[in-house]
């Protein structure tokens, strides 16, 4: 019992560790965007709004890891294995696109907004694969494959690539007057 524990901890860890990348990426593109549009809200109120964010949003974070992206991934790899064999990283996309859009049109098409379900779909495909692939080097039991220390240097270095690639694209995009302020 201590590998199982051990294992999905760090595979939990790793996945939160994508989304919270994922959701530096987010709030640096709503600032991009936020300074784009005529605003009379005082620039405090987005720190304000962004602590909020880090104590909702680590909750959630920790929900939606343990109850959509490990379960996920662990039915990719499943799925891999069962159906050919092997198991391969794009199974996780296939198949969190079809559990995303099951989810998600259950509740948008009985509301008759399947076009903003769309929208959805693909988003929460997006936030659930991008954490899962993350996750899976460290849910690996098999010897020789790269453990808990290497997901989460990877993580670590494209996470931060991301978000700094992120920043640097909107001042780039305000320097050269792609968007104006």
């Not at 959630?60 to 069962?82: N, Y």
Request: net charge positive; with cysteine.
């Amino acid at each position: 019992m201590p590998g199982f524990l051990a294992r999905y901890s760090g595979g939990t860890l790793v996945a939160m560790g994508a989304m919270g990348a994922e959701a530096v990426v987010l709030f640096a593109v709503s600032q991009v965007y936020a300074y784009t549009q005529e605003s009379s809200v005082h620039p405090v109120l987005h720190v304000v709004v962004l602590l909020v964010l880090v104590f909702v949003g680590v909750p959630a974070a920790l929900g939606i890891t343990v109850g959509m992206v490990l379960p996920l991934t662990a039915l990719a790899t499943w799925t891999g294995k069962r159906l050919r064999g092997s198991d391969s990283w794009w199974w996780l996309p296939i198949v969190a696109a079809v559990a995303c859009g099951v989810l998600v049109m259950a509740v948008a098409l009985p509301a008759g907004a399947w076009r903003g379900g769309l929208w959805w779909w693909a988003g929460l495909t997006v936030l659930v694969t991008l954490p899962g692939l993350a996750a899976r080097p460290a849910l690996r039991p098999e010897p020789g494959h790269p453990g808990l220390g290497r997901a989460v240097t990877l993580t670590t270095l494209y996470g931060t690539g991301a978000v700094v690639l992120t920043i640097v694209g909107g001042y780039v995009a305000f320097f050269m007057g792609l968007v104006d302020a």
